[in-house]
T-cell receptor, first 116, second 114 residues
Framework: AQKITQTQPGMFVQEKEAVTLDCTYD???????LFWYKQPSSGEMIFLIY??????QNATEGRYSLNFQKARKSANLVISASQLGDSAMYFC?????????????FGKGTLLTVNP | NAGVTQTPKFRILKIGQSMTLQCTQD?????MYWYRQDPGMGLKLIYY???????DKGEVPNGYNVSRSTTEDFPLRLELAAPSQTSVYFC?????????????FGPGTRLTVL
């Protein structure tokens, strides 16, 4: 079973509007971290935002916020006031405790296109 | 701070050739990782290191080797390149192994094996 599921292969949004990118995860651990990364067409992986499993508040970083619903095991990324430069691939990732090779487990990504 | 740097950015290899992908970080991070990203997919862990002199296999280690002689450097070696190793390779580092700790990525190396 996939540990990270991103059900939207592609999303379109108008400039200045908000968009939500979906992410659901699967783990039996109580302690874990959820991350979103942005990969523009240039290829680098840019860290955007992090949510810890014990955090009671949803994480926010500027125009990015994470809608964390623990019972539903979802960690959706919300981008407010979309900009043309937000067009990129977005990856949701989870890091479980040591014993999982310390790795990040990535979803397959969502390609976001911001239209002018 | 440069963060995580990788060289080269691009490389084309012939089947059977060898090469080393270089990775350096200047954040004094103990933990370093090598991932590969195949087209249309997320990243998969190849090898990781928890400190100088200590390395271990990830999900997809076959065909690769690593070493970690210093905190800063974590090179990835391909001994006998195969077309299945055509991919984008990312090096990453983090301060700790806590599940809450962010991994920071280098810019990637795009490798094609023909």
């Amino acid at each position: 079973a996939q540990k990270i599921t991103q059900t939207q292969p592609g999303m379109f949004v108008q400039e200045k509007e908000a968009v939500t990118l979906d992410c659901t995860y699967d783990t039996s651990d109580q302690s874990y971290g959820l991350f979103w990364y942005k990969q523009p067409s240039s290829g680098e992986m840019i860290f955007l935002i992090y949510q810890g499993s014990y955090d009671e508040q949803n994480a926010t970083e500027g125009r990015y916020s994470l809608n964390f619903q623990k019972a539903r095991k979802s960690a959706n990324l919300v981008i407010s006031a979309s900009q043309l430069g937000d067009s990129a691939m977005y990856f949701c990732a989870m890091r479980e405790p040591a014993g999982s090779n310390y790795k990040l487990t990535f979803g397959k990504g969502t390609l976001l296109t911001v239209n002018p | 701070n440069a963060g995580v740097t990788q060289t080269p950015k691009f490389r084309i290899l012939k089947i059977g050739q060898s090469m080393t992908l270089q990775c350096t970080q200047d954040m004094n991070h103990n933990y370093m990782y090598w991932y590969r990203q195949d087209p249309g997919m997320g990243l998969k862990l190849i090898y990781y290191s928890v400190g100088a002199g200590i390395t271990d296999k990830g999900e997809v280690p076959n065909g690769y080797n690593v070493s970690r002689s210093t905190t800063e450097d974590f090179p990835l070696r391909l001994e006998l390149a195969a077309p299945s190793q055509t991919s984008v390779y990312f090096c990453a580092s983090s301060y700790s192994a806590f599940s809450t700790d962010t991994q920071y990525f280098g810019p990637g190396t795009r490798l094609t094996v023909l």
